[in-house]
């Protein structure tokens, strides 16, 4: 999945440089945005890559949009039950609720995700250990997305 600062960002330079389409590939997906006119919304488009990849982006461009890493193998992904923004701190100025490599168990706060001025504790529902962290505080963040990448033990 694209991130999505990085999409809002590719949107906000369509506009500014009055562009009506885009089109970035990588190894693993490709993203397609158009938009009408001046005041049309973008229109965003995601699929899989299947053929070679075709590089996009300008050398020297201020977005690039890095090729994701080959599947992690016996890693299993938590992923967030609703859309919403996350956040890894239980405030800004407490430490995140996690970081690389800490054992979590099944009853482990991992997040919070915040929908509709509602703080709701995501917990783990799965033990092992943290192997990567996919979000980074203050993303948005949409139904089913990976948020971390568990060992499981």
Do not use: H, W
């Not at 982006?57 to 923004?85: F, K, N, Q, R």
């Not at 979590?104 to 509709?116: F, N, R, T, W």
């Not at 703080?119 to 962290?133: C, D, L, P, W, Y």
């Amino acid at each position: 999945m694209i991130d999505i600062r990085k999409l809002k960002e590719l949107v906000r330079l369509m506009v500014a440089n009055d562009l009506t389409e885009l089109d970035l590939r990588d190894e693993q997906q490709q993203v397609s945005v158009k938009r009408g006119g001046s005041n049309a919304a973008p229109v965003v488009t995601q699929a899989p890559v299947l053929a070679a990849p075709v590089v996009a982006a300008a050398p020297g461009s201020p977005v690039a949009i890095a090729p994701e890493v080959a599947a992690d193998e016996g890693l299993i992904a938590i992923e967030s039950p609703m859309v919403g923004t996350y956040y890894s701190k239980p405030s800004p100025d407490k430490p995140s609720f996690l970081n690389i490599g800490d054992s979590i168990g099944d009853e482990s706060v991992i997040c919070l995700i915040e929908a509709m001025k509602i703080f709701n504790e995501i917990k783990a529902e799965q033990s092992g250990t943290v192997a990567r962290i996919l979000v980074q505080n203050g993303d948005a963040v949409e139904f089913g997305q990976p948020l971390i990448l568990v060992k499981p033990e």
